[in-house]
């Protein structure tokens, strides 16, 4: 048996041998032979290594450009990628925006609505609004109507016409006496002059003494005019100025608690005036405080205590020399606690011409205003009829201080100076609200032009 590695070395051995052996000699044509061989075997050598180049090269590129292939596909793919990627963001976000429009027209729709809500509410509100304001304006106008009828009533109840006719007796006999010494004539310059210089002197003022001849020579001048056609002209004429100024004071209208100011000159008879409509207030079922704010004068103190006993109404008063502001605010205090309607307060007595008692009045108002801005509701002037010509200037003076709303004219019972009333009228835009002809409640009544006006010129008497 013969090892393989024997073999091996055999074979190695005769390589070795052959190789040692002399090459034999070649002939001409061998060796050109052996030449051609040899360049055909270089030449194909040559092809091939080109063809090797070729085929190299060519499998270069082929690698190239399957590699840039390669690349551009992976750019494809990651940009088609990147597209996806930006397409599910933009679906995304259409589909957000797309949520948030939906959600702001849910949220807008619903503000819509309750603003649609809000808007009937609104109507239905205002409607009803509306409504209950007509329906307070009518059961006003009724109950408006109901007191003018009850005021008219009242003051030309033919009693108290009678009375008043008497108080203003002087006043009209005056008129009458210059009338009938006119005596039945022409109404001419001469007899209108008369006429004018005769009303002057009943202080019904220049001014309505001029109206009153100026609107009779209109109609009647140059033509006979007797007494009695004079009077009744006078009375329309008259009346027509006072009509205006005729006015009823609603003291349960308005602000809770109404806070009624009164004031005048010393005498004129506020502190009687006061407990007189205390007492008509009381019968009308008000809740009433009365302020005793002439703190100067026991008297007054004690005389506005006796009527707010009369009426069972309770009186707030301090000890004589107190100070009146500070009595008017604790007033008012307690009635704001106590659900009053009505305070009314009574001031001291100060003539016109004294400044320091009109500072104290205007101190009085500042502290009533620093409780309620827009009291004090009313501020009603006492005047006394008696005092004449006087009482234009009261009525600037207290108009300036304390901003007088409205007046009341009394003692109309005992003078000669009532046609003073006409000549403020014409003067002063104030309504005026009641008239008094004595000393009792019934005496206090509400103004009324037509009969005053019949009242003063004697129509009638």
């Given at each position: 048996?013969?090892?393989?590695?024997?073999?091996?070395?055999?074979?190695?051995?005769?390589?070795?041998?052959?190789?040692?052996?002399?090459?034999?000699?070649?002939?001409?044509?061998?060796?050109?032979?052996?030449?051609?061989?040899?360049?055909?075997?270089?030449?194909?050598?040559?092809?091939?290594?080109?063809?090797?180049?070729?085929?190299?090269?060519?499998?270069?590129?082929?690698?190239?450009?399957?590699?840039?292939?390669?690349?551009?596909?992976?750019?494809?793919?990651?940009?088609?990628?990147?597209?996806?990627?930006?397409?599910?963001?933009?679906?995304?976000?259409?589909?957000?925006?797309?949520?948030?429009?939906?959600?702001?027209?849910?949220?807008?729709?619903?503000?819509?609505?309750?603003?649609?809500?809000?808007?009937?509410?609104?109507?239905?509100?205002?409607?009803?609004?509306?409504?209950?304001?007509?329906?307070?304006?009518?059961?006003?106008?009724?109950?408006?109507?109901?007191?003018?009828?009850?005021?008219?009533?009242?003051?030309?109840?033919?009693?108290?016409?009678?009375?008043?006719?008497?108080?203003?007796?002087?006043?009209?006999?005056?008129?009458?006496?210059?009338?009938?010494?006119?005596?039945?004539?022409?109404?001419?310059?001469?007899?209108?002059?008369?006429?004018?210089?005769?009303?002057?002197?009943?202080?019904?003022?220049?001014?309505?003494?001029?109206?009153?001849?100026?609107?009779?020579?209109?109609?009647?001048?140059?033509?006979?005019?007797?007494?009695?056609?004079?009077?009744?002209?006078?009375?329309?004429?008259?009346?027509?100025?006072?009509?205006?100024?005729?006015?009823?004071?609603?003291?349960?209208?308005?602000?809770?608690?109404?806070?009624?100011?009164?004031?005048?000159?010393?005498?004129?008879?506020?502190?009687?005036?006061?407990?007189?409509?205390?007492?008509?207030?009381?019968?009308?079922?008000?809740?009433?405080?009365?302020?005793?704010?002439?703190?100067?004068?026991?008297?007054?103190?004690?005389?506005?205590?006796?009527?707010?006993?009369?009426?069972?109404?309770?009186?707030?008063?301090?000890?004589?020399?107190?100070?009146?502001?500070?009595?008017?605010?604790?007033?008012?205090?307690?009635?704001?606690?106590?659900?009053?309607?009505?305070?009314?307060?009574?001031?001291?007595?100060r003539l016109q011409n004294k400044a320091e008692l009109m500072a104290?009045?205007?101190?009085?108002?500042?502290?009533?205003?620093?409780?309620?801005?827009?009291?004090?509701?009313?501020?009603?002037?006492?005047?006394?009829?008696?005092?004449?010509?006087?009482?234009?200037?009261?009525?600037?003076?207290?108009?300036?201080?304390?901003?007088?709303?409205?007046?009341?004219?009394?003692?109309?019972?005992?003078?000669?100076?009532?046609?003073?009333?006409?000549?403020?009228?014409?003067?002063?835009?104030?309504?005026?609200?009641?008239?008094?002809?004595?000393?009792?409640?019934?005496?206090?009544?509400?103004?009324?032009?037509?009969?005053?006006?019949?009242?003063?010129?004697?129509?009638?008497?």
């Amino acid at each position: 048996m013969i090892l393989w590695f024997g073999k091996k070395k055999k074979k190695e051995e005769m390589k070795t041998a052959g190789a040692e052996m002399a090459s034999p000699e070649l002939s001409a044509e061998g060796l050109a032979a052996k030449e051609a061989a040899e360049a055909e075997a270089a030449k194909a050598a040559a092809e091939k290594e080109e063809i090797e180049r070729i085929v190299a090269e060519a499998n270069k590129a082929w690698e190239e450009r399957q590699a840039r292939e390669a690349e551009e596909a992976a750019a494809e793919a990651k940009r088609l990628e990147e597209e996806a990627r930006r397409a599910e963001e933009a679906a995304a976000a259409a589909d957000a925006e797309e949520a948030a429009r939906l959600a702001e027209e849910a949220e807008l729709a619903r503000k819509a609505r309750e603003e649609r809500a809000a808007q009937q509410a609104k109507a239905e509100a205002e409607l009803k609004l509306l409504a209950d304001r007509r329906e307070a304006e009518r059961l006003r106008a009724e109950a408006e109507a109901a007191a003018r009828a009850a005021m008219e009533a009242e003051a030309n109840n033919p009693g108290f016409v009678a009375k008043l006719g008497q108080g203003l007796s002087r006043s009209s006999s005056r008129l009458t006496e210059g009338l009938a010494a006119l005596g039945r004539r022409k109404l001419d310059d001469d007899t209108l002059e008369e006429l004018e210089d005769l009303l002057i002197a009943s202080d019904l003022g220049a001014k309505v003494a001029a109206r009153v001849a100026t609107n009779l020579s209109k109609e009647r001048f140059d033509k006979e005019i007797g007494e009695e056609e004079i009077r009744l002209a006078l009375a329309s004429e008259i009346s027509d100025v006072l009509k205006p100024r005729e006015k009823i004071v609603d003291f349960s209208d308005g602000t809770s608690p109404r806070i009624v100011l009164f004031v005048g000159v010393n005498g004129s008879g506020k502190t009687t005036t006061i407990g007189k409509i205390a007492s008509k207030l009381k019968e009308q079922g008000a809740k009433a405080l009365l302020v005793a704010g002439d703190t100067f004068r026991a008297a007054a103190i004690e005389q506005l205590t006796v009527w707010g006993d009369r009426a069972g109404i309770p009186v707030m008063s301090k000890p004589t020399g107190a100070d009146a502001a500070g009595l008017v605010y604790e007033a008012i205090e307690k009635a704001k606690a106590e659900d009053l309607d009505l305070v009314l307060i009574d001031t001291a007595g100060r003539l016109q011409n004294k400044a320091e008692l009109m500072a104290e009045l205007e101190k009085v108002v500042r502290v009533i205003k620093k409780l309620d801005p827009t009291a004090p509701h009313d501020v009603i002037l006492v005047l006394d009829a008696t005092v004449g010509q006087n009482a234009l200037s009261q009525v600037e003076a207290f108009r300036n201080t304390a901003g007088v709303t409205g007046l009341v004219m009394t003692k109309m019972d005992g003078t000669a100076k009532g046609g003073v009333l006409v000549a403020i009228a014409e003067a002063y835009d104030l309504p005026i609200h009641f008239i008094g002809i004595g000393e009792k409640a019934e005496d206090l009544r509400p103004f009324s032009a037509e009969a005053f006006s019949k009242a003063l010129v004697g129509v009638g008497a």
